[in-house]
């Protein structure tokens, strides 16, 4: 259960038939919802690839014209380059052409280290990598990125890191959704005021089935339907550690993608971190294949794709702060060997106050 801002009126919808549901109905229902927003996707895609299907005759002579100057263009240049090659071959020998403007495979990647656990499977057109410093602030950004944010990942065409670390205040119009380290982390946080709806032993999955959660202190229901209520500007969510257990990551990002588009659904302007899976004691995940650091880098792997693919999510590296040289918990902050101390969860906190974006152009995505 939790905390919760204000309610917004009119923002519930079919929803709440979730909350009459029986279990049997619990997987089709999901599975219905998730169709939906598929469903409301697809249409925005037809809607802009219909209007971009039926050019103007100007579009079109314009288009043909600049076609026919570029080849004129390409010709022209092909014949100087040739002329050029005959009298200067003598002179200069065979060298491969264009070797100088080669791009190297070996660039730092801001905010991402050569940590093995979630270095593969994680390209993507729209990411740090492409991002060219062009000012002092840019730098600074970058230099920020790599010593304070770890393995944090957000497309820096889209936000900018603060650098710095935010306030109390910050937090009035923050929600915190997940299971129990969420709850930890809120009860050990030493935040003035919180808010937050989490539930020990949940899974993204069943915060979506179960009506487990209250709304200032009354109506139990799902998840889903408290994204639909409150109204927040920024989200962190939390889930993994439970799904563990299921052994396929694919399936966890499936189910937390409901979530996630819920709140993309009802707060479109809102930012949203993804926090990533923290690691478990040393001797934990030795006794628990199940559940142990190696399977979490596997589903930390995923999430940085989802981010990455999603374009808009910030992959928030919470598990770094928490991991000593062998990819384990750090020993003096797990308590046992799942959970973290308070002390934990208040240097986890500190990490989450120092790694917030903003929005790159936030003047021109204001209602």
Wanted: aromatic residues 10%; glycine residues 8%.
């Amino acid at each position: 259960m939790g905390e919760s801002g204000n309610t917004t009126g009119g923002k519930t919808d079919n929803l709440t038939i979730m909350n009459s549901l029986t279990s049997t109905d619990y997987a089709a229902e999901r599975e219905r919802l998730r169709s939906e927003y598929s469903k409301k996707k697809m249409k925005k895609k037809d809607k802009s690839s219909s209007s971009s299907k039926k050019p103007d005759k100007i579009t079109i002579t314009l288009g043909l014209l600049g076609v026919f100057a570029a080849v004129l263009i390409i010709v022209f240049i092909s014949m100087m380059m040739g002329a050029f090659g005959k009298k200067s071959g003598s002179k200069t020998g065979n060298s491969p052409a264009g070797s100088s403007m080669a791009k190297s495979s070996e660039t730092t990647v801001p905010g991402n280290s050569e940590d093995s656990s979630i270095s593969e499977d994680t390209s993507t057109e729209a990411t740090t990598q492409n991002y060219v410093p062009v000012n002092d602030e840019d730098v600074e950004e970058m230099t920020y990125i790599s010593k304070k944010l770890y393995d944090t990942w957000y497309n820096m065409d889209k936000y900018r890191a603060l650098c710095k670390d935010v306030p109390d205040e910050y937090f009035d119009d923050v929600c915190f959704i997940g299971d129990s380290r969420t709850q930890g982390l809120l009860e050990y946080s030493v935040l003035p005021r919180r808010h937050g709806f989490y539930k020990v032993g949940s899974t993204a999955n069943a915060a979506c089935l179960e009506s487990a959660y209250t709304l200032d202190g009354v109506n139990y229901t799902n998840i889903l339907n408290i994204i639909a209520s409150v109204d927040y500007d920024i989200f962190y969510v939390g889930y993994g550690t439970n799904e563990l257990g299921y052994g396929d990551a694919d399936k966890f990002i499936e189910e937390l993608k409901v979530v996630i588009d819920c709140i993309r659904e009802y707060h479109p302007n809102a930012i949203i971190y993804v926090e990533n899976v923290l690691p478990m004691g040393s001797s934990f995940s030795q006794n628990n294949p199940s559940f142990s650091n190696s399977r979490a880098n596997e589903y930390n792997r995923k999430l940085l794709k989802m981010c990455q693919e999603y374009g808009d999510l910030i992959y928030l590296d919470i598990a770094s702060c928490m991991r000593d040289d062998d990819g384990a918990a750090l020993y003096e902050y797990i308590s046992d060997g799942l959970h973290y101390t308070p002390e934990g969860y208040r240097v986890i906190m500190e990490f989450i106050r120092g790694a917030v974006v903003e929005k790159r152009n936030a003047e021109l995505t204001k209602n």
